[in-house]
């Protein structure tokens, strides 16, 4: 069974940062994910990383938003920067199992960039 467990949402001001971490359960992934949702909006991807470390943006979060993980702590990081309002969303991560195309979700965490 894969648990994750997100943390680091919050409340920021425009220009602000913020790092959500997602930890997973004792698995191999291929792939991790961070994907965010919007009041009225449909889900959209932000960010992916790789087994092998590589990276992918959305266009609205390029330059601004970086994924890491930390493959020891089969931890996920997304660390946002030059935050803008619209960046306001549920932040949910994903992984997918390592030979498989089952992803898992985390449970979201919200953040709100307002002054």
């Known amino acids: 069974q894969v648990q994750l467990v997100e943390s680091g949402g919050g409340l920021v001001q425009p220009g602000g940062s913020l790092r959500l971490s997602c930890a997973g359960s004792g698995n191999i992934f291929s792939r991790y994910a961070w994907y965010r949702q919007a009041p009225g909006k449909q889900r959209e991807l932000v960010a992916t990383i790789s087994r092998g470390d590589s990276t992918d943006y959305a266009d609205s979060v390029q330059g601004r938003f970086t994924i890491s993980r930390d493959s020891a702590k089969n931890t996920v990081y997304l660390q946002m920067n030059s935050l803008k309002p619209e960046d306001t969303a549920v932040y949910y991560c994903?992984?997918?199992?390592?030979?498989?195309?089952?992803?898992?979700w985390g449970q979201g965490t919200q953040v709100t960039v307002s002054s």
């Open positions: 994903s992984v997918r199992l390592i030979g498989t195309l089952i992803d898992y």
